[in-house]
């Protein structure tokens, strides 16, 4: 049996003795699978409470088998015996008691959970009380006598009046424990019954986001859209200030901000008149008299696509509405699905050469110098091994290096790379990154044509080129407008709707309306709203202003 089962059906047992519920408390102490000296005393005492002799008594010599030095149990079962004429067991458990008290006058059972002391003085009372049953008065009244020398026999009330009984010849009754006196468990354990959550509440320590409450082990909470504006109890205005002219730091804790910037006022002005505002996601010092308020609502409608300032969020949970398909006369064309990433990389598609895997005749990390251009009509091929090579880094569903001429053709770079990969060169799509932007642009054939032209030359830095292979069917003729870089994450609400994530460069096919585009990244063509994008070059164009 459990301990902690024990302790609650120990615990019940008492309060049903408590609310003198005999009954009650004899079937919850019953119902203990291993009873020890403690739970098995309530039994006895719910027996003696309800007049029942006989199963007191094999209830307290259940007590004294699990504890046979417990001198309050010799005592209680000799009154129980008395009662029942036994008197010599009576005496014997009188003289037990005694020898199991080691000479103390009192015994305080609390530390032990009963609520009791027991004094010497009552072991011997009981035991003049079967001498006077005996009829040998004169014993009794001699073991009265000793009683009352005894510590705490002055100030109880059965000496006297036992003297006054033994002398008109008058039995004695015995003491017995008071009924509903009985052992209890450890109030400390029976408050460990109740589950306690000792993880506590998480509690947010520190969050870029101000007056940040959230706290919990679920997946975070959806934003508002646009700015989070913390709460400021009291306060109406707005927050949002916008620096009127540019400041550069000049101090510890200062930021420095372009003009016309929107910042957060996080803290309120301190005594030199510098405000704590929130940039770009960090937070510092400007002076005050360089803010001014704005208007959210008035600006809110005015919002255009670009890179937001402060503490970005998502543009809507919701994307705007979609645009609706207008009902056309002419015959429908056959339903062709866009091509799937997944479709082209997994295709089987029969190639004329299998993959070779050509071994490098130079080491990976030998940076080799570029002379000038060879001689017109020469090819890759041309060019001896081991000489004016370049280090091609090329990123697939993997990663591969490979040494190859910088002078190559765009077709002879398109062969070289689809051997290695084993695809056929048609779906091989080559693009490239631009220093310090994050945009794929493809890579261009070259100021010549055929295999006369360089493509890699311009993506060359120290001997090394990157480049991006992306495995996908032609666009079927249709032409790409314009590039874009995806600023947030897009998961499809429906089979048109394009997926794409934050990073990822799109080719524009077309512009739907408004507030949705038409798109192709990763071999799939779809529809987009226009806000999760943005365009470098405009970017670029706002900053110069």
Known sequence: MLYTELLRLWDEAVR???????????????????????????????????????????????????????????????????QLDRLDDALSDCIWAKKHMRDNTVIDYRQLGLPHKLFSWQVVYNSAAVYSRMGQWEQARELLLSASLEKGAMRSSSIAPGLESI???????????????????????????????????????????PN???????????????????????????????????????????????????????????????ATVIYDGQRGLLPMTLLDPIDLKKAKGKRGDKIPNGIPLPPGVQPPTRPRSQPSTAAPAPETPPPSYSN???????????????????????????????????TAEDVPDGEEQVVVKVHFTYTLALSINP???????????????????????????????????????????????????????EGRATLWCQLEDPLAGRAILYHMVALYDYTGKGPEDLEFSEGETIDILGEVNDEWLEGHCAGNIGIFPRCFVYSESAVAEKSIL
Do not use: C
């Not at 309530?42 to 010599?61: D, F, G, R, T």
């Not at 400021?232 to 910037?261: C, F, N, S």
């Not at 089987?348 to 009509?377: K, M, T, Y």
């Open 167 to 209: 002398s008109r010849g008058e039995v004695l009754n015995p003491i017995l424990v008071p009924d509903g006196v009985v052992f209890r468990p450890r109030k400390q354990e029976v408050e460990q019954l109740q589950q306690k959550d000792f993880l506590g509440k998480a509690k947010v320590i520190t969050s870029m986001i």
């Open 344 to 378: 082209a990389t997994l295709r089987n598609q029969a190639s004329e050469d299998p993959p070779v895997f050509l071994p490098n005749s130079d080491s990976i990390d030998q940076v080799l110098s570029l002379p000038g251009p060879p001689h017109r009509g020469w």
């Open 407 to 461: 002078y190559a053709s765009y077709k002879e770079l398109q062969d070289r790379i689809a051997r290695k990969l084993g695809q056929p060169p048609t779906n091989l799509r080559l693009r490239h990154r631009a220093s310090g932007s994050q945009l794929l642009t493809p890579l261009e054939p070259g100021s010549g044509s055929g295999e006369e032209s360089y493509p890699l030359l311009p993506v060359v830095e």
């Open 16 to 82: 049903a003795m408590d609310a003198r519920d005999w009954r009650r408390a004899l079937e919850l102490a019953g119902t203990v699978a291993e009873p020890n000296s403690r739970t098995l005393f309530i039994e006895a005492s719910a027996h003696l409470a309800l007049q029942e002799l006989e199963p007191a008594l094999q209830a307290l010599n259940q007590v004294i088998l699990k504890d046979g030095r417990l001198a309050v149990a010799f005592f209680q079962r000799s009154a129980v015996l008395l």
């Open 212 to 274: 940040d409450d959230f706290g919990g082990f679920e997946p975070l909470r959806m934003q508002k859209p646009g700015y989070y504006e913390p709460k400021k109890e009291g306060a109406d205005e707005t927050r949002y200030m916008r620096i009127r002219a540019p400041y550069m730091a000049r101090g510890r804790g200062q930021l420095t901000i372009p003009g016309g910037a929107t910042v957060f006022l996080y803290d309120e002005v301190d005594k030199d008149g510098m």
